[in-house]
């Protein structure tokens, strides 16, 4: 039931144009600071899981571990992928709410930030 709400909350965040899948997509949302909340499927392999992790470290991007597989995730969207970024601040905490608490790495945000942007964004280059 709670998968059922989740894939259901994903649907929502797909229709909406606020979901990236895939590893590349999603280091590039996260560098970007347009990513509020990172999800990783129960099937993603410990290296690809590492690699985001790192990448939402570095950004104080919240990762979570959803109960869902890739399989679940391709056939909501299309594209298998087990690293998904939701790009809204409403959204992702709609999502995190279904997810719970099954936090992985340890980026130090609220769940009601999502990503700290630097105070001279526009001068960087």
């Known amino acids: 039931m709670e998968q059922d709400k989740l894939l259901s909350m994903l649907g929502l965040c797909r229709k909406a144009g606020r979901l990236k899948l895939g590893a590349d ?6 560098n970007k ?3 509020y909340l990172v999800l990783l499927t129960h099937d993603l392999s410990r290296r690809s899981e590492e ?7 570095y950004k104080s991007v919240k990762v979570l571990k959803i109960p869902l597989m890739m399989e679940d995730i391709g056939a909501l969207t299309g594209k298998v992928s087990g690293i998904i ?9 709609a999502v995190q709410s279904r997810v719970g608490s099954s936090r992985v790495g340890s980026p130090e945000t609220d769940s009601s930030q999502g990503h700290k942007r630097p105070a001279n964004e526009e001068d960087t280059i």
């Open 33 to 35: 600071y347009e990513t």
């Open 85 to 93: 970024a939701v790009t809204d601040k409403g959204l992702a905490n």
């Open 51 to 57: 690699k985001i992790v790192a990448a939402a470290a």
């Open 25 to 30: 997509a999603v280091i590039e949302s996260i």
